[in-house]
T-cell receptor, first 116, second 114 residues
C-alpha cells in the first residue's frame, strides 16, 4: 500500500526566511510519481511539481526547490526567501502513474504561515 | 484554456437528502477523479472515471456514486446524506498519456450537511 507522511503539521516563519517542508513516502512500486500541490484559502489545489521515480535530479523554480532522494524515500520542498503569498497548505502526493492506478495518495498537509 | 469547473461552489443540504455535484474537465482530458477533503481524514480518493467507465474506487460506502458522460463531464452523487459527509469535494482531470503529468484540480464544491 502507498503512504505519504508529512510529519510537520504547521510551520510559521517570518517573511524572507527559508523554509523546508518534509515529505516521506512508502511504495512497493518501482515506477511512481511524486507531486507537490499548494492549497490557498480558496480551496483549489494548485500543481507545483511532478517528479517520476527515475529522475532523481533536484529541481529549482524561482524561489522553490525540490530535493528527491530515493535512498531515504523523501521528496522535500524548500521555499527560499518566503513571502506572505506563500501562506497556504502544502500537500505532497504519490501516484503509481497513468492508467487505472493513477489515483493520488496525499499526505495530511502542512499549513505554512508566513508573517510580515 | 479553461480549467476544471465544478458546480455548485457551495451547497447546504439536510441529513437524509441526496446531492449531485458536477465537474467539467479540461478539454481533451478523459480521466476524471473525485476526492473528499475533511479536516479529520484529509484528502481521500473517491473514484476515477475514464471513457465513461469507473476505473478505480476508493473505500467509501455505496451511498457515494458517480458517472461520466461521453463528453467526459462527470457527476458524483451522495444519497442519504449524513452529517459526516460535510466536506470539500474536489474534482480533478488528467490527460491520459505515457508521461503522466498528474491531475489538474477544480476549486471544489463545499457541501454542508445540517
Amino acid at each position: 500500500a502507498q503512504k505519504v507522511t508529512q510529519a510537520q503539521t504547521e510551520i510559521s516563519v517570518v517573511e524572507k526566511e527559508d523554509v523546508t517542508l518534509d515529505c516521506v513516502y512508502e511504495t512497493r512500486d518501482t515506477t511512481y510519481y511524486l507531486f507537490w500541490y499548494k492549497q490557498p484559502p480558496s480551496g483549489e489545489l494548485v500543481f507545483l511539481i511532478r517528479r517520476n521515480s527515475f529522475d532523481e535530479q533536484n529541481e529549482i523554480s524561482g524561489r522553490y526547490s525540490w530535493n528527491f532522494q530515493k535512498s531515504t524515500s523523501s521528496f522535500n520542498f524548500t521555499i527560499t526567501a518566503s513571502q506572505v503569498v506563500d501562506s497556504a497548505v502544502y500537500f505532497c502526493a504519490l501516484s503509481e502513474g497513468p492508467g487505472a492506478n493513477s489515483k493520488l495518495t496525499f499526505g495530511k498537509g502542512i499549513t505554512l504561515s508566513v508573517r510580515p | 484554456k479553461a480549467g476544471v469547473t465544478q458546480t455548485p461552489r457551495y451547497l447546504i443540504k439536510t441529513r437524509g437528502q441526496q446531492v449531485t455535484l458536477s465537474c467539467s474537465p479540461i478539454s481533451g482530458h478523459r480521466s476524471v477523479s473525485w476526492y473528499q477533503q475533511t479536516p479529520g481524514q484529509g484528502l481521500q480518493f473517491l473514484f476515477e472515471y475514464f471513457s465513461e467507465t469507473q476505473r478505480n474506487k476508493g473505500n467509501f460506502p455505496g451511498r457515494f456514486s458517480g458517472r461520466q458522460f461521453s463528453n467526459s463531464r462527470s457527476e458524483m452523487n451522495v444519497s442519504t446524506l449524513e452529517l459526516g459527509d460535510s466536506a470539500l469535494y474536489l474534482c480533478a482531470s488528467s490527460l491520459e498519456s505515457v508521461n503522466f503529468y498528474g491531475y489538474t484540480f477544480g476549486s471544489g464544491t463545499r457541501l454542508t450537511v445540517v
